[in-house]
């Protein structure tokens, strides 16, 4: 039996080579096929249900105060949150712009504001909610 001391610098010496192996079984695996059948559907469904009538998510957040999950959201998601957003430009601009596009076209042909604000949230308000739930394929 490995020791804990033994199975902590396995996994330490791991470190400068797992990173490769990972990417190399990634760009072999097939994940779309299966991960996309019906069969897939079926277990994730099952499985969701289970979690849910088991109130697995509400236990879990009971389990850690809300101090310690700022505290470690604001250390992991602070030190990555602008690399990860500047990344990920190109590809919420490509589908962000036309869903954008097509709202603003909608928007224009809302009526003109008033006074009375009511007036203006059914008129306006609600058209512009409207018109992007439409345009991002909600509604």
Known sequence: MKT?????????????????????AVK?????????SDNAERNYAESIAKAVAAKSRQNAVKK???SAWQEAAATKGGAVISQRMRESLDKQSARW???YDAVVSEVQRLPARTVDF?????????GTVAAWKKASGKM
Do not use: C, F
């Open 4 to 24: 804990k001391d033994e199975a902590r610098a396995n996994l330490e010496q791991s470190l400068a080579y797992v990173g490769d192996r990972y990417t190399n």
């Open 28 to 36: 072999r695996a097939d994940w779309a096929s299966k991960a996309g």
């Open 64 to 66: 850690v105060s809300n």
């Open 97 to 99: 712009a036309p869903i």
């Open 118 to 126: 009511r007036t203006n949230i059914t008129n306006r308000v609600v």
